[in-house]
């Protein structure tokens, strides 16, 4: 089987990480090729595949919609290569690659959302038009698959939920520091961007400070992207550049998320994420957002607290009661949370998504 993987870029992010880890999961298998196109430009993902072995196909186009050489450019290469199955992940991919594929005759097309649209009526005629390309559409998650019946863009028949993969972390313990050598350390990993509300985790764990005296918390946050240096400057007018580390992209983020206690995340939405799984993988108890996918994964209390992204006392509050836990009781979350991220495997990732392509 010839499979077409198509998504925006190949740099970091959700999407990203997604691919790798089927290509990675692919090379495991037998009878499939592969094949990874990234629209727009490559970076730190591509380089990764690189290093397995495995060369992305990266166009170098704008990815803005509509873009008709990037169309063409598809259409092209599908005529060519004759692939079974072209898989699209993201909007532009959906956008551009479903309707390449239906001009090129291929036989199965799947689309996939990846998180919550906000699409006006004239987008959403759009992409009912283009979903109607496609044999299947993947949603990351039930609300993420809601949303898009709910605007009318794709029937409930088309619509499969199959979770994010994650890679599995080995169940190792990170660097062991001194208890009383250690503060409490929260975790947040994400792209630095307006819709993982950052700023108000900042004001939260300001206040959390306060509450607990100095030098007894610290918030790392790794990750890169746009709202960096604001992020920054906002540190400073707070006053927490001694209890706040910009720690920015990280290959390997297990090493970090073993040295910390909590990990959190208050996005305004959220339509899996990756970063909490890998986190409760790592023995994590979790504060994250009630909107989205991380409501269907974490079981409040037993593993985490879900929390109003809009409310900063909320969030606050949520800190605190991870904080002030005992011990024994934090641990006994955590241990709840590996048990679950630990059913997020690539293999059974790969596995849903044979039995889509053979469908």
């Given at each position: 089987m010839n499979v077409f993987r198509i998504v925006p870029f190949l740099d970091f992010g959700g999407v990203e990480q997604r691919v790798k880890l089927t290509a990675f999961g692919f090379q495991d298998g037998d009878g499939v090729h592969l094949s990874i196109v990234a629209l727009g430009h490559g970076g730190k993902i591509s380089e990764e595949l690189i290093e397995k072995g495995i060369e992305p196909l990266i166009l170098g186009y704008s990815v803005r919609i509509p873009n008709l050489k990037l169309i063409y450019r598809l259409y092209c290469i599908f005529k060519e290569q004759q692939p079974d199955v072209v898989h699209c992940s993201g909007s532009e991919a959906n956008f551009h690659g479903l309707l390449a594929a239906k001009m090129a005759g291929v036989k199965i097309k799947i689309g996939e959302e990846i998180g919550f649209p906000k699409h006006h009526v004239w987008w959403r005629i759009t992409f009912r038009a283009i979903y109607s390309f496609a044999d299947h559409v993947i949603a990351i998650s039930h609300v993420v698959a809601d949303k898009i019946v709910e605007l009318g863009e794709v029937p409930r028949k088309k619509v499969r939920v199959i979770y994010n993969p994650v890679q599995t972390l080995p169940m190792l313990g990170g660097v062991n520091l001194p208890k009383e050598a250690r503060k409490f350390v929260f975790i947040t990993v994400c792209r630095l961007v307006p819709v993982k509300n950052i700023k108000m985790l900042l004001r939260s764990f300001q206040q959390l400070a306060i509450q607990v005296g100095p030098g007894k918390v610290v918030l790392h946050i790794v990750g890169e992207?746009?709202?960096?240096?604001?992020?920054?400057?906002?540190?400073?007018?707070?006053?927490?550049?001694?209890?706040?580390?910009?720690?920015?992209?990280?290959?390997?983020?297990?090493?970090?998320?073993r040295n910390s206690d909590a990990f959190v995340l208050p996005s305004f939405s959220e339509g899996f994420s990756i970063a909490m799984v890998e986190a409760m993988q790592c023995g994590l108890p979790s504060i994250v957002t009630k909107v989205g996918g991380p409501a269907e994964i974490i079981e409040e209390p037993k593993t985490g607290f879900l929390i109003d992204p809009h409310s900063e006392k909320k969030l606050t509050e949520a800190m605190w009661k991870v904080y002030s836990m005992a011990e024994a009781d934090r641990k006994l979350m955590g241990y709840r949370a590996r048990a679950k991220g630990g059913t997020f495997s690539p293999k059974y990732y790969v596995d849903r998504l044979m039995k889509l392509y053979l469908q």
């Open positions: 992207g746009p709202e960096g240096a604001e992020l920054m400057r906002a540190c400073e007018e707070l006053n927490l550049n001694d209890s706040v580390r910009f720690l920015g992209f990280q290959k390997d983020v297990s090493f970090f998320l």
